[in-house]
Structures are given as C-alpha cells and as structure tokens.
C-alpha cells in the first residue's frame, strides 16, 4: 500500500467521532512501516489493550476503523485461523468488534471478525512474519491470489462497518 501519514490516517476513520480520531495512538514509526509488504496499516494500542486500529485503501482512499478486542483469556491457547489471512495461531486470534458506522454504530451495532492478535495479516501471507508450524495451509494459491483473498476478506469486513 502507498504510506500514510498520521494525518492521512486521522481523519479516514469511519466508526469514531472526530474527537476520538484526534486522541488515538497512531504508530510513531509510520516512515519505518514496511508499507510495500502490507495491505493495510494494523496496531495495537499501546495505551490502551483492548483497543486496535485499522486503515486500508478502499478505491483509492484510505479508510480507518477502531476495533475493540478481547483481552487475552485462557481459552485463546488453542488452535484458531485468521478469517482475513487464514494464518492458523495458537493463541494469535483475537475477536475484533467494530461498532458500525454512523446511526447504526450509535444505537450499539457493531460487526465482529475473528483475526491475528497482531494485525499483522499482510506479512504473514508473505511469510514474513512466522506463526509457527502448521500456520499456513498447503494451498495452490499464488501469493497473488493469497493477497488478493487477504484484501478481499478484510475489504468485506469494512463494508459491513460501513454497511
Ligand atoms: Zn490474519
């Protein structure tokens, strides 16, 4: 994906007030993001555990949604898959729950995806980043396909927000 910058990133969230948009922690690092391997930009809240953003471009544009996560319990030990990137953790999944765009998202709708802990999707498709043995299955897919499947599932989980 093109590099953003924190501005860019601020004010291309769907599901949040302004005013929350200005206060979240954007990464600091953003010049040093391995942009060209990713197909969105995933983090953490430092400050905050169970709060997780992302942005991706969606035709031509950057869109940014704020999700929140369920801290780590015991029951994420097992064996679980990324519904974005089918990566399979044991204990790396986490439930992501985005609350809806606009009046839906005021009344307390919210749309969940089941994903890496990390939001790290992108790098591990590419076998950048290693989710240990028997994370990827065995598949015919060229890398390709497996990023366009990535951009495809999360692009559909970013509809529903916004649906
Ligand atoms: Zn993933």
């Given at each position: 994906m093109n590099p953003?910058?924190?501005?860019?990133?601020?004010?291309?969230?769907?599901?949040?007030?302004?005013?929350?948009?200005?206060?979240?922690?954007?990464?600091?690092?953003?010049?040093?993001?391995?942009?060209?391997?990713?197909?969105?930009?995933?983090?953490?809240?430092?400050?905050?555990?169970?709060?997780?953003?992302?942005?991706?471009?969606?035709?031509?544009?950057?869109?940014?949604?704020?999700?929140?996560?369920s801290t780590v319990?015991?029951?994420?030990?097992?064996?679980?898959?990324?519904?974005?990137?089918?990566?399979?953790?044991?204990?790396?999944?986490?439930?992501?729950?985005?609350?809806?765009?606009?009046?839906?998202?005021?009344?307390?709708?919210?749309?969940?995806?089941?994903?890496?802990?990390?939001?790290?999707?992108?790098?591990?498709?590419?076998?950048?980043?290693?989710?240990?043995?028997?994370?990827?299955?065995?598949?015919?897919?060229?890398?390709?396909?497996?990023?366009?499947?990535?951009v495809a599932n999360?692009?559909?989980?970013?509809?529903?927000?916004?649906?």
């Amino acid at each position: 994906m093109n590099p953003l910058t924190e501005q860019e990133i601020r004010t291309a969230f769907v599901n949040c007030s302004k005013g929350e948009a200005t206060r979240l922690s954007v990464p600091r690092d953003l010049p040093e993001q391995p942009w060209e391997d990713l197909d969105f930009l995933g983090w953490r809240d430092p400050r905050a555990p169970d709060r997780a953003y992302l942005t991706i471009a969606m035709d031509g544009r950057p869109v940014g949604v704020q999700l929140r996560t369920s801290t780590v319990g015991s029951w994420q030990t097992r064996r679980s898959m990324c519904s974005v990137c089918v990566t399979t953790h044991t204990g790396g999944v986490s439930l992501m729950v985005a609350p809806r765009s606009g009046k839906a998202g005021k009344q307390g709708n919210s749309v969940g995806i089941y994903m890496c802990s990390d939001l790290a999707c992108s790098l591990y498709v590419r076998g950048k980043r290693d989710a240990g043995v028997g994370a990827r299955l065995h598949e015919s897919l060229t890398l390709e396909e497996k990023i366009q499947r990535t951009v495809a599932n999360l692009t559909a989980f970013i509809a529903k927000v916004t649906a």
